[in-house]
């Protein structure tokens, strides 16, 4: 985990119960203590992450895995950045007295490991080196605070609907690739709860990747290769590999030049279009389309948009028949991938025992559920109307059904949510477990079958 997402968990709030009663009145906005109480006692869906993490090994099939569940490390991280990694829990009613009682302000998900990850001291006192990941999701952490160099309306963690578009199309870039390349099904997306995406690959051959082999899916997406010293921060190859082309043509440059240019004003000013130019090689290109940009700017009395028609005027430059050079024929699809193309934290993919933070937990800093995202509709995924803790609770008060847990999850804004999760997610992936259960289960029995025969 970095730095960075423990810090997230920081309010000076106060962790002693878990029980505290809410008055039924307007509440405040944001992120509370008691709210939060109140949340992990009604509305956290802790038997849907249980049968999630299970994958079928939950005792009721003869071929599953009983010590499955509790082998996956949990890290709960509570007031005053207490940090408590490794804890374990052998079924649902377990994790959820644990929540309960701690009241974390936020819950990390790591790996699958050899043996219980709380009795790990215990086998290394042993000699033996036992304890060591076996399984994990194959995870991507995307975060808007990587696009402040190509965004203007906002910085750090700060996000709006002019620059939040930037999400969505990394969503549609990585979730196609996984599906269309790497031939994934189970995949979950979810808001951070602030300023990002996580994504979760489930299925049986993402979670038995290695190291190696998720260091080459993650080396895979690499394109964006800079850092903030450095002018030009992708070099495309001449001939582009398929999967950038598809990106390039279906979603990156109709992205770039229909909202992108005129959200984010890209060539509006000197200071804008000169991060532009020094994308160009050529000094006597930049020269010419400068001197061009600023006479303009002293005669313009054009209507049009002037990021649009300087987009154009670049783009016919560079790609008019007098530029023959290598370094220029890729100089327009380079602009565009740098703007655009998803800038994932590369380390997170690429390790077994990295945590994510788990899905419906709540955001410390913005009180924002941590909801998931249907990759097929993520243009309509509003980061602002994402529910939070205190509306939550009001919908609660608001109800008379507070002896039905499903029916008072349903009367809140998390039951749509909850409902996808579980719908378009969960029970597809189950039943593709216990598929995989069945078939390993009657192999073992044929080849019982077998081997007694002889």
Known sequence: ??????????????????????????????????????YYGKLFPYADIFKWMSYGNDGKHPACDKSYFGR???????????????????????????????????????????????????????????FTPVERELVFDIDITDYDDVRYCCSGADVC??????????IKVIDSALRDDFGFNHILWAYSGR?????????????????????????????Y?????????????????????????????DFFETKLLSSQKIFSTEEKYEKILQLIPDESVTSDLRRKWQESKRSSSS?????????????QVLQSGRQKSQGLRRCVEEIVFSFTYPRLDMEVSKHMNHLLKAPFCVHPKTGHVCVPIDPNHCDEFDPTSVPTLSQLLEEL????????????????????????????????????????????????????????SW
């Open 1 to 38: 985990m970095t730095k960075e997402e423990v810090e997230d968990g920081r309010d000076d709030m106060l962790i002693d119960g878990c029980e505290a009663e809410v008055p039924i009145q307007r509440l405040p906005p944001g992120f509370n203590a008691n709210y939060l109480r109140v």
């Open 161 to 170: 609907l002019e620059c939040w578009p930037l999400m969505t199309v990394a």
């Open 72 to 130: 996956r490390e949990f890290s709960f991280t509570l007031d005053n950045d207490i940090y408590l990694r490794f804890q374990s829990f052998n079924n649902a009613s377990e994790l959820e007295n644990a929540i309960r009682e701690k009241c974390p302000f936020k819950i990390d998900i790591g790996p699958v490991y050899s043996v219980d990850p709380a009795k790990r001291h215990a086998y290394a006192q042993s000699g033996d080196n036992v």
């Open 195 to 223: 300023r990002g995406v996580h994504c979760w690959v489930c299925d049986r051959k993402a979670r038995r990747l290695t190291n190696e082999q998720r260091g080459a899916i993650a080396d895979y997406f690499r394109v």
């Open 303 to 315: 209507k049009d948009d002037i990021n649009v028609i300087r987009w154009e005027q670049l783009k």
């Open 225 to 253: 290769k800079g850092n903030e010293n450095s002018h030009k921060k992708v070099s495309l190859t001449t001939v582009l590999h398929p999967f950038l082309v598809r990106s390039y043509t279906e979603v990156l440059r």
């Open 397 to 452: 008060n608001k109800g008379d059904m507070r002896d039905d847990a499903d029916n008072e999850l349903a009367e809140t804004s998390l039951g749509k949510s909850i409902r996808f999760f579980r719908s378009s997610f969960l029970q597809p992936l189950l039943r593709s477990c216990k598929e995989e259960l069945e078939n390993s289960y009657n192999l073992k029995m044929q080849h019982s079958k077998n081997s007694m």
